[in-house]
């Protein structure tokens, strides 16, 4: 069922206004004659004056320039070591505006970037001189609660997804930062904490309406555009802007058990080979992510699991057995908790600062040797937070083929990330130096790379961690994208 015909069934649960009030920016500066900006390719190009004037009225958002009220705050994503400058924000509020944003920045050949909520360590969502078609004011949901769908806006938050199903007995796989955008994280992957049960954010996705580079907003599902489709899900953005994703949901209890276990130092070895070997035996219902922590400050070193159990409550005992008896805890939180209060337990309080390099990669055994190299080449610092976590996979992630859709990784375990992060102000070479030895140190331990982390990458590792699947979605991109406008991300090269 297409979106459009959902929209007018009598059968509809409203969640949130599909297009709700949002307070925009104010644009009221001068258009100038000419404004800098640059192509794809990195050429300087002049845009006139008329043409930004057409544009600007053109669209139900808002258009930034520079000089503009709220630029300064619309320009930045989630990590201050991001720096850039877009020649134009368009902020848009519907698929008419993606549309226009998009026809823009075709006609004049812009570096275009897309942001949702930000959270592209490597700072994606931006650019110097390009255009920024902002998708933050374009959110909304509506849930279908008989057939078990929800239909949810490609600027919404992953807040917004909880909360519109979970009360409602019905969830999907959504992510652990509440604050994380929809559209980057379920046209990447999507890991979280019900993957083990119901698969990663993409594998839930059941349909797409998306404005590809020529502008023209297409729907996509197993039957209709079906090449579209299967990119869309692990090929990142490389094929358009998705405005609408359809999700598959399941039942499921608003509460879990849940929350951190943080264990004496000494046993973080232990624990790890404990982690690494409990792994393949742990229910599907379980999710554990272990942390390995040198805070700043000159704190100890911490190591702890973050923890959801989503199974029956009467067996949440006897799965969490092993992991209590695992090392010596000096800390027991785990409860009985609201799903979506643990969904925004890993939130932080943004606003757009805490500056952070990570880098990561796939384990399929967390062995002798990436354990001494997660620990042994930890570093405390007193301006740096330093730190390593495990993201759980394996369960229904597993099970699905590798070419079903475009994320070929079936066949990871874990999720590894390192990296650092520290204040504002402080002399960032030491530690994004830092973070790349320790980084170098535990790659040779790993085998390919989420794409929602890619951090500076080559281009033939990109071209190289889709594996089996490159060359068809070469194919796609050739035919949805075949100038590239869309190139800031993980990138597909057309060879058109």
Wanted: charged share 25%; glycine share 10%; proline share 5%.
């Amino acid at each position: 069922m297409k979106r459009r015909d959902f929209i007018t069934s009598s059968s509809l649960a409203l969640t949130l206004p599909l297009f709700p009030a949002w307070e925009g920016y104010s644009a009221d500066s001068i258009i100038p004659s000419e404004l800098l900006a640059i192509t794809g390719e990195g050429k300087n190009i002049m845009i006139k004056k008329t043409d930004i004037a057409d544009f600007k009225k053109s669209l139900k958002g808002t258009l930034l320039l520079p000089d503009d009220n709220g630029y300064n705050i619309a320009r930045l994503v989630r990590n201050s070591i991001i720096d850039k400058k877009p020649a134009l924000i368009a902020q848009c509020i519907d698929e008419t505006d993606i549309q226009k944003a998009v026809n823009f920045a075709r006609e004049y050949s812009l570096l275009t970037a897309v942001k949702c909520g930000g959270h592209s360590v490597s700072g994606k969502g931006t650019c110097d001189l390009g255009i920024m078609i902002d998708l933050s004011p374009f959110r909304g949901s509506r849930l279908d609660i008989n057939n078990k769908r929800i239909f949810i806006t490609g600027g919404s938050w992953l807040s917004e997804l909880d909360e519109a199903t979970v009360p409602y007995g019905l969830g999907t796989t959504a992510g652990t930062v509440s604050h994380t955008g929809v559209g980057g994280l379920a046209t990447g992957g999507g890991f979280g904490r019900l993957g083990r049960k119901y698969g990663l954010t993409l594998d839930n996705i059941k349909s797409i309406e998306i404005v590809t580079a020529d502008g023209q907003l297409r729907y996509a599902d197993e039957n209709e555009n079906s090449d579209l489709y299967w990119a869309v899900r692990g090929g990142g953005g490389n094929f358009g802007v998705v405005t609408m994703f359809e999700f598959q949901l399941y039942p499921m209890n608003r509460e879990v058990i849940g929350g951190r276990i943080t264990f004496d130092f000494a046993d973080v070895k232990q624990l790890l080979k404990f982690h690494g070997e409990h792994t393949l035996e742990a229910p599907w219902d379980m999710y554990l992510d272990p942390v390995v922590f040198a805070p700043p400050m000159g704190f100890d070193n911490t190591v702890y699991f973050d923890v959801c159990y989503s199974g029956p409550h009467n067996k949440a005992e006897k799965a969490l057995e092993p992991l209590r008896k695992a090392g010596k805890i000096l800390k027991d939180e785990i409860a009985a908790v609201d799903y979506v209060e643990i969904q925004k337990s890993g939130d932080d309080d943004d606003p757009r600062g805490r500056s952070q390099y990570l880098k990561g990669g796939f384990t399929i055994n967390v062995t002798s040797g990436l354990i001494d190299a997660i620990v042994d080449n930890l570093e405390p610092h007193p301006e740096r937070g330093s730190m390593a976590f495990f993201q759980h996979n394996g369960g229904k992630i597993n099970t699905i083929p590798t070419d079903a859709t475009a994320f070929p990784h079936r066949y990871a375990e874990h999720n590894l990330v390192t990296g650092s992060f520290w204040k504002q102000g402080v002399d960032i070479d030491p530690h994004i130096s830092w973070s790349r030895r320790y980084w170098k140190k535990v790659a040779p331990y790993t085998d390919g790379f989420y794409i929602n982390d890619e951090f500076m990458e080559t281009q033939e590792e990109v071209n190289l961690n889709f594996l089996g699947n490159y060359e068809r979605l070469v194919e796609i991109k050739n035919k949805y994208d075949p100038t590239n406008l869309f190139r800031l991300n993980a990138n597909i090269k057309p060879s058109v």
